[in-house]
């Protein structure tokens, strides 16, 4: 089993992470269920029931692993895979998918380039794609980041323990926009959030809560965790129903024929 799994699915069972993906079950809940269509495919990470609110009649969870090789979090087990399957390769035809959520499944693929270009793939023109990441200059980022800095001054050996999962290469926010810009994906929703202190009690987790509400407004970048969604551009591709309402605006006024050339006779009669 991939070792960037296993650290993430260790960590999931941290005060941090449940703190992290109750936050994110949130935001998701609350986004996917204005989200419509038919077929909606989750990628990865089971204790997040991502897709439970939308009400598209189809409806995956995807897994890297077999079933009985993923550890499963007591308190929130999430639905059972249905799929297993390599991310970079999924078996859908192109252009078959309304939404792909993707919670931290960029972060911990070998390779997250071939990842994102197949879900472009599978996504029809207009689908979405939803996209739960660490912010590696979030407040529990950069105290992993000064643990590491601090081992290495003083000699020591960097020994993987740390705030945050130590597997997986965290992506920025910038350096994930100019990736989904490349593959014609325009960001319509941005949002971050897990503003609160690294801090390792659920009591003192609980008290720095209230730093959610200003977090946005006064320090935005440093939000630990942070949700995107793209949507497919296809270029030259353009909706039905705006084509005809503009064409039905610009139809001109029809006059008989007959009613024209009596009008004509009347000017050349006056002259």
Known sequence: MSERIIDLQDW????????MLAWEQGQVDALVVDM???????LGLP???GLA??????????VQEPPELVPQDEANPGPSPALVTDFS?????????DLVL?????????DAHA???EVERV????????????????LWALRQARSRLWQSLTGGRWSGQGYLPVAGEYIGYWRLRDWLRLLDFEVEIVRFGCYVPAVSSPAWLQRFAWMENLGPRWWPIFGSSYLVVGVKRVRGVRLLGSVWKTTRGRVPHQVPAGQSNQDALLKERQH
């Open 12 to 19: 999931l069972q941290t005060h941090a992470g449940r703190y």
């Open 36 to 42: 419509f269509g038919f077929h909606a495919l989750q």
């Open 47 to 49: 204790q997040l029931q």
């Open 53 to 62: 609110h939308n009400r598209m009649p189809h409806r995956w969870l995807a």
């Open 89 to 97: 390769a999924l078996p859908f035809p192109a252009a078959s998918l």
């Open 102 to 110: 993707m919670p931290h499944s960029l972060e911990m693929s070998m």
């Open 115 to 117: 990842t994102l270009r």
């Open 123 to 138: 996504l029809v023109p207009q689908g979405r794609v939803l996209i739960c990441g660490f912010n590696p200059v979030g």
